[in-house]
């Protein structure tokens, strides 16, 4: 039971660049985030997805796209790299929409920087 | 609008020392409050979360609705409690958990 699996782990992007950042759970949860985490502004929220087929933004979401494949899968895709998203990034899920205020699992997160 | 406030950045202690990391929250409603930990290197997980009532690895944490608190608490720090410890708190049918900027604990030796 791999739980959140992100990946990469790591990326250098030069700014202009895209790219996608893959998150996988295998825990039939409905519920799927992205998070990213910078240092002084703790855990911010880009994008959410409260079941399969519905994404809504979140707290920073400029510069970012989602998909939310099937059930398991919830992709975060940067068009146009900026430096200001250098950040480490989570992907989580959550039973949320099932259970009730159910907490949130982790992946091991991507950090990523923009040059 | 909900807000989770953790006023430390960083809280150094020595080992066997008390430690209490606060946790302060806006919401006027009822609120259901959680605690993670990411240790070095590790991924972000649950340490607690108030309506289980528990100890995880000798912390605990009561909810203060009159005084809109949360904080976490351990009698006698650990070299190995040493991590980023975050505040989070979800309002009622909300997929939105809100965090607070997280604490940097370090128990030294």
């Known amino acids: 039971n791999a739980g959140v699996t992100q990946t990469p782990k790591f990326q250098v992007l030069k700014t202009g660049q895209s790219m996608t950042l893959q998150c996988a759970q295998d825990?039939?949860?409905?519920?799927m985030y992205w998070y990213r985490q910078d240092p002084g502004m703790g855990l911010r929220l880009i994008y959410y997805?409260?079941?399969?087929?519905?994404?809504d933004k979140g707290e920073v979401p400029n510069g970012y796209n989602v998909s939310r494949l099937n059930k398991r899968e919830f992709s975060l895709r940067l068009e146009s790299a900026a430096p200001s998203q250098t950040s480490v990034y989570f992907c989580a899920s959550s039973e949320e929409g099932t259970v009730y205020n159910s907490p949130l699992h982790f992946g091991n997160g991507t950090r990523l920087t923009v040059t | 609008a909900q807000r989770v406030t953790q006023p430390e950045k960083l809280l150094s202690v020595f080992k066997g020392a008390p430690v209490e990391l606060k946790c302060n929250y806006s919401y006027s409603g009822s609120p259901e409050l959680f605690w993670y930990v990411q240790y070095s290197r590790q991924r972000l997980q649950l340490l607690l979360r108030?309506?289980s009532r528990e100890s995880i690895k000798g912390f605990t944490a009561d909810l203060n609705k009159g005084e809109t608190s949360f904080h976490l608490k351990k009698p006698f720090a650990q070299e190995e409690d040493s991590a980023m410890y975050y505040c989070a708190l979800k309002s009622g049918g909300s997929y939105i958990p809100t965090f607070g900027r997280g604490t940097s604990l370090i128990v030294h030796p």
């Open positions: 108030h309506i």
């Open positions: 997805s409260a079941s399969e087929g519905t994404t």
């Open positions: 825990m039939n949860h409905n519920s």
